[in-house]
């Protein structure tokens, strides 16, 4: 079993930057990827920056060039850098780690930290 803890959420205003962070825990050998999702309100949960254990990372068309996913195996975390936030980057953000050979990370969940954007 993964154990995933997010943290750093909060309220910013339009332009600002927030920095997420998440730290794996358990079994760790069993895992490749790690990325973050959100989930606005009314909204399916969306897949926005992904990371493997070699630093090969993607996004998601939405945050491309504003976020920046990062990774540290040393320490067991998982970083998501957001910059010139937007209202609609409102939502709750998850961290995720997928075992090995699955096309996403979908496998362990953390319990999500809101992020809120004022306009």
């Known amino acids: 079993q993964v154990h995933l803890v997010e943290s750093g959420g909060g309220l910013v205003q339009t332009g600002g930057s927030l920095r997420l962070s998440c730290a794996a825990s358990g079994m760790l050998a069993t895992i490749d990827a790690m990325g973050w999702y959100r989930q606005a309100p009314g909204k399916q949960r969306e897949l926005i920056a992904t990371i493997n254990r070699r630093g090969s990372s993607n996004y998601a068309d939405s945050v491309k060039g504003r976020f920046t996913i990062s990774r540290d195996n040393s320490k067991n975390t998982a970083d998501l850098q957001m910059n010139t936030l937007r209202p609609e980057d409102t939502a709750v953000y998850y961290c995720?780690?997928?075992?090995?050979?699955?096309?996403?990370?979908?496998?362990?969940w953390g319990q999500g930290t809101q992020v809120t954007v004022s306009s």
């Open positions: 995720a780690a997928g075992r090995w050979n699955t096309p996403a990370p979908t496998d362990f």
